[in-house]
């Protein structure tokens, strides 16, 4: 009788996940949850369509690890994240179906090279970065959207997102966002209007 134990094909799997990510708009939704996770107070977005470069900064705690950042399903979060929101480890795959070269410059180094080699398992270099100014920036060359497109996505994701969302120099409106100003109505008191109609 023999034990068999299952396996993984790593290639087939990452090109499988690539059918997660078909909407390519949804690294922008991705790179503004990494840095509202890093604790960053802003993210800013700049896109050239003329170039299709776009360049995502954030002023959070940096990437501990690039390495962590190509491992699929480590995402490499604190503790505090890791228990609070289960993140898949994947988010940043978007990034990597979104473009054909990457650019990434944060605390642990910077990475510079085409996406597919990524993708492939091709070993890339990390360059140190000796001086971090304490912002993250991520490069994506060869971004196929269109700026309207851009503007109305994060538009949308940003309404009630908890910290300001920059595109193109303009500070996108967070109308739903907790600190925008809203009234606020506590728990309790919701449950005595409910114990009212029951």
């Not at 922008?28 to 890093?38: F, I, V």
């Not at 690890?65 to 699929?72: A, D």
């Not at 085409?114 to 398992?121: E, N, R, Y």
Request: aromatic share 8%.
């Amino acid at each position: 009788m023999n034990k068999i134990a299952m396996k993984v094909n790593q290639a087939k799997l990452v090109n499988s996940l690539k059918y997660s990510f078909t909407n390519k708009t949804n690294v922008l939704s991705e790179l503004m949850q990494n840095a509202r996770r890093a604790k960053a107070t802003q993210v800013v977005f700049e896109f050239a369509p003329e170039t299709q470069i776009l360049r995502v900064t954030d002023d959070g705690c940096g990437i501990d690890s690039i390495e962590t950042l190509l491992t699929v399903a480590e995402s490499g979060w604190d503790a505090e994240v890791m228990a609070n929101e289960h993140p898949f480890g994947v988010g940043f795959l978007s990034a990597l179906f979104a473009c054909s070269h990457i650019t990434v410059v944060s605390k642990s180094g910077s990475l510079c090279c085409a996406t597919a080699d990524i993708l492939s398992f091709k070993p890339v270099t990390v360059k140190p970065v000796l001086d971090w100014d304490g912002v993250t920036v991520i490069t994506l060359t060869g971004v196929e959207l269109e700026l309207e497109r851009i503007d109305s996505i994060l538009q949308n994701v940003a309404r009630g997102f908890p910290i300001p969302v920059i595109l193109n120099g303009k500070v996108l409106d967070r109308k739903h966002a907790l600190d925008s100003g809203l009234a606020f109505m506590g728990s309790m008191q919701n449950r005595g209007r409910l114990r009212r109609f029951f």
